[in-house]
Structures are given as C-alpha cells and as structure tokens.
C-alpha cells in the first residue's frame, strides 16, 4: 500500500462507481469520512461520484447521513469540508464518452492547484455484471498518465471458476497486479484486525488455541436483521453461500488455521494462507 502523504502537493482523485448503492452508503463514504476527519487523506483529495442516478451532492449528503460517523460538538466544520470535496458525476457504464466526461471533472480539480501529477483511485462499489465494461472504459479513458492508478473491487467477483478467469482475465488486461485491489471488507472488522494478536502474541490464547485443546471449530456469519428487499433479492438470485461462504468464511477459516506468517507483510501472509488451501 502506498502510504499517503496529508502534506502532499500530489492530486489524488478517488472515484466511487455505484455510489447510489448500499455498499458505498453504509461502507466507503464511512471510512472516507473517517479518514477525512482523523486527518488521514492527502490535503486536497477530491471524491467522485459515477452513477446512472442522477445524483447530487446536496442529496446525497442527507441520504448518507445515518451511516456517517458523526461527533456534534467536534465535526460540524470539518464535515462540511468534507462534503466540498465531493463531486456528483452522473454516467452510464458502457458509454466511454461518459468516462471522458468524468475524466474532464477529475482534471478540473487537479489542475486547480497546479499539481503536476494525478493520482487516481478508482472504487466499483458495482455488481459483477458491470464490472468488465467499467475497467475497460476506466482503463481506456481515466487513467492518469502522469500519476498512478488503482483500482478496487469488491466481492462477489464472479459467480464459478469459469467467470472467475473471464473476470481475472479481462481485469489483468486493463490493469497490472499492482494496481488492483480485490476488497474483503469484512477482513478490516476490528475482530479480525485483532486475531492475529490474539493468536500469537497473548500466551493464554496463543498456547490454547491449537488442535491439543480444539476439537472442532464453528464459523458462523450473523446478519444485521432486517435484510433490505434489494439485499435478499441479490441473496436469492446469486446465493448466500456464494456471496459470503467463498470469501469471508474461508478468509475467516485460513486465519484460524494457518500458522504465524513469517513476516506482517502481504505476501507472508498470502504464503501461509496458501498452505492451509492446499491442505484442503
Ligand atoms: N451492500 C453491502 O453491504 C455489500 C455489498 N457487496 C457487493 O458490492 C457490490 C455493490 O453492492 P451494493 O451497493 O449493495 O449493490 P447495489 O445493487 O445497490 O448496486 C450498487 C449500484 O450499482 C448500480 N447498479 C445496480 N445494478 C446494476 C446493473 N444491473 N447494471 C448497472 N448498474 C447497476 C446502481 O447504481 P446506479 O444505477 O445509480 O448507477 C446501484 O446503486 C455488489 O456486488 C455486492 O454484492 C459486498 C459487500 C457488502
Ligand atoms: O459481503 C457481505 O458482507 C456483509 C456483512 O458485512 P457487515 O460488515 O455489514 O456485517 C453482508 O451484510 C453482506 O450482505 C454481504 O454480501
């Protein structure tokens, strides 16, 4: 991960598609905010908005409110700062034209302040059924030449092996393995975050939790009730176990099991991850 510099002078762009959805309400405008509040984003980022819905930022703002973090003796002003640095882009997916509009909005506010280089992140907060014709388009016509790009997605990434490669395949095409970012959100849950602390550092737990003392383990994955109409009619159509079975259960399940990475680094963990899925 590239560490960010809140001093700066770089543009740093951060575009969410699908920013109409539950996913970019209820998480990332969330932790965007947070990283605003606590002083965590590059001074200067701007936040793009692409949806089909005709979105506006006055709107948008309220309708977001209820997920937003928000301390009313202490955030007040900044909250207002942050919502200045975001801009609605209204598009549709499979229209490149649209990503050049979206990409003249980027550049207005890069070149505002004289930057000379562009950093952009994009965000698909987007079911898999638009997935290849937004990195196609992004890669075509949004990335910066003078800065770097990322892209991020999210899970469900494909519904079986076979759209499991379409999808490897036509990503890698557009991006490079270093660019792109394949989202668990559950993974940053603070339990998760802490697991490893758990297991390796606090002796009572560390010595425990082993297969001397554990017969058998249980996963279980509880839902916040009720489930919107929009959420189970996606459960329905693409199937639970689908959506979080394959990912975050078994994430779950490679960090019970596996062994103390070598090192706290990505591919360490990744290594020792590997493992356990190769035992399996
Ligand atoms: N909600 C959650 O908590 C989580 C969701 N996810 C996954 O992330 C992705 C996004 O989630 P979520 O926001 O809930 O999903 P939504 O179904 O709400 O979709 C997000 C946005 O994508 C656009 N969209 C929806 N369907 C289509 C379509 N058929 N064609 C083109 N655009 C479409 C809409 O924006 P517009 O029409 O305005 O462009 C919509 O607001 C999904 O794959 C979901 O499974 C992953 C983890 C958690
Ligand atoms: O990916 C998913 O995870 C969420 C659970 O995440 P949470 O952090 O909101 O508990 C689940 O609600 C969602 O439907 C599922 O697709």
Known sequence: MISMDPNNEEAYSIVVFGASGGLAKKKVFPALWA?????????????????????????YRLQILPYMELDKHRDPTKYNLFWTTVHCVQGEYDKPEHYVALTEAMVHQETKHNQVRANRIFYLALPPIVFDQVTLNVSRKCSSTTGWNRIIVEKPFARDDISYKAFQTSLCNCFRESQIYLMDHLLSR????????????????????NHRHVAAVMISVK??????????NYFNQFGIIRDVMTNHMIQVLAMLAMDQPYANTADDLRAERLKIFARC
């Open 223 to 232: 839902c916040e009730l009720p489930v919107s109409v929009n959420r189970a």
């Open 35 to 59: 990283l605003f509040r606590e002083n965590r984003m590059p001074q200067g980022t701007k936040i793009f908005t692409f949806t089909r819905s005709p979105l506006q930022t006055k709107t």
């Open 190 to 209: 603070q339990v998760m975050q802490n697991f490893f602390a758990l297991r390796y550092s606090n002796h009572l737990w560390g010595e425990t939790l």
